[in-house]
């Protein structure tokens, strides 16, 4: 479903928000932490650089930096009031169902609404809560109240697993499913993204670059920043395994993408070459790469404008998939 360009972009409708936002988003966990130090002037550079390349859709959470994010994204907003801007919520708190109460939800997106600056949030989603959650009518009762009060303006969830997805897809009230979705985890392409199509749910597609490998830019003998997931989390120490490198064994991964790289047309990164086949893939709304640079900001944009990627790519992407990378992710996710 497609909307006007803006900025050059295509825009295309987030499922059941009814609101268009650019098919290049951004992902703003680095803004916050986790990715290595990001000072607020940098992270507004980042912001701005995207917005002028067309992007409308900016993704964020009130853990990212426990709230840093979320704040500096809301001075942004003072000046550009039509940025659409989902937020998370949930991994403040211990992950126990039991947790995800209206009374926490009415607290959590206050607490969000006041870092962004805004009277209603464009939408909310439940940041990979437990899996039991999911399934709660209690959980989407209290999501829907919180749509009635005019907190949020819509409501949708981050997931981890397929099934989770499925779960949610499944809800009348769910907007949007964000999903772990690059050349490396192709899992949602079988059923998640063809049943939120049917339904008429958006796809926001996250760690799309797999963690920065798909960029091609790392080495085996690279070395990340101590408070970088991608030194404490390879093994999933801190928070979900597949969160970090999509769940593929880092050395796994670099070979994988000096393979992937050799598939980029004249022209084109890597990391854009991955950025044009998530947006091609049918069901895809938006996809949210991260930056930690304006130049990183205006490169990622501009994968919007590659020509789709011939189906001869697409094919060796399935076929590396499916020789490198399938044993180690397809049945976890």
């Known amino acids: 479903m497609g909307a006007p360009t803006i900025g050059g972009m295509e ?32 992270a507004l550079a980042v912001l701005s650089a995207a917005a002028e390349a067309g992007v409308t859709f900016f993704d964020t959470a009130d853990v990212y930096g426990d709230g840093r ?37 009415r607290a959590w997106t206050d607490r969000s609404r006041a870092n962004l600056g805004v009277d209603t949030l464009d939408l909310a989603q439940l940041h990979c809560p437990p899996t039991p959650v999911y399934s709660r009518d209690a959980v989407y009762d209290a999501l829907d109240a919180l749509v009635a009060e005019k907190r949020i303006a819509a409501y949708g969830v981050s997931v981890e697993t397929c099934d989770e997805a499925l779960t949610a897809i499944a809800r009348p009230g769910t907007a949007s499913v964000q999903i772990i979705l690059n050349p490396f985890r192709l899992k949602p392409l079988e059923r998640v993204l063809p049943a939120a199509a049917e339904a008429g749910v958006g796809i926001i597609a996250r760690v799309p670059l797999a963690s920065g490998l798909l960029s091609g830019r790392y080495t085996k003998e690279t070395v990340f920043a101590a408070d970088d997931h991608r030194t404490f989390n390879r093994h999933g120490e801190a928070f979900d395994q597949g969160e970090t490198f999509s769940g593929v064994d880092y050395a796994t991964g670099v070979e994988a993408a000096a393979e992937f790289a050799s598939l980029a047309p004249a022209r084109a990164t890597p990391a854009q070459t991955a950025l044009r086949w998530i947006i091609q893939q049918p069901g895809v709304t938006s996809v949210i790469p991260g930056a930690r640079s304006p130049e990183q900001a205006r490169a990622n944009s501009a994968a919007a404008e590659l020509e789709p990627l011939p189906p001869s790519t697409l094919e060796a992407v ?16």
Do not use: C
């Open 11 to 42: 825009q295309r409708v987030l499922g059941r928000t009814g609101r268009a936002v650019s098919v290049v988003g951004l992902g703003t966990w680095q803004l916050g932490a986790d990715w290595g130090e990001v000072g607020e002037e940098q």
């Open 69 to 105: 994010s979320e704040q500096i994204i809301g001075r942004f907003l003072r000046e550009h009031p039509d940025v659409f801007v989902a937020t998370k919520m949930g991994r403040r708190a211990p992950l126990d169902p039991a947790e995800y109460t209206l009374d926490n939800f």
């Open 318 to 333: 399935r076929e590396l998939y499916d020789r490198r990378i399938r044993a180690q992710v397809h049945d976890r996710w």
